[in-house]
């Protein structure tokens, strides 16, 4: 049964940088796509990035393109999301999700597994 925990969240000033990690246990995530998505309060849950199962494809939501990367580390079955100049907008509890394959990213709750989050907030 594969298990998903986020961290790395915190509070940071808008410009700042923070990185988020999604640790895997239970089961190797070499065979899943990993998403992170974000929920604003009062807000619907949202995709921000997703990477393949293999690492070769990677997309990001417009709203975060240029400041926000996802990698994907094998050897510590992990996904890590590095967030760049951080604007207040991107506040947030943020998720992990794990699917067979981006496509389902489409979808706020289309991910067959997910983590509990992690809370950024981004504020002066």
């Known amino acids: 049964q594969l298990q998903l925990v986020e961290s790395g969240g915190g509070l940071v000033q808008p410009g700042g940088s923070l990185r988020l990690s999604c640790t895997a246990s239970?089961?190797?995530?070499?065979?899943?796509?990993i998403g992170w998505f974000r929920q604003a309060p009062g807000n619907e849950r949202e995709v921000v990035s997703c990477i393949s199962s293999g690492g070769g494809s990677t997309n990001y939501a417009d709203s975060v393109k240029g400041r926000f990367t996802i990698s994907r580390d094998s050897a510590k079955n992990t996904v890590d999301l590095q967030m760049t100049s951080l604007k207040p907008e991107d506040t947030g509890v943020y998720y992990c999700g794990a699917d067979f394959a981006c496509i389902a990213s489409m979808f706020p709750d289309g991910m067959n597994y997910w983590g509990k989050g992690t809370v950024v907030t981004v504020s002066s």
């Open positions: 239970g089961s190797s995530l070499d065979g899943y796509a």
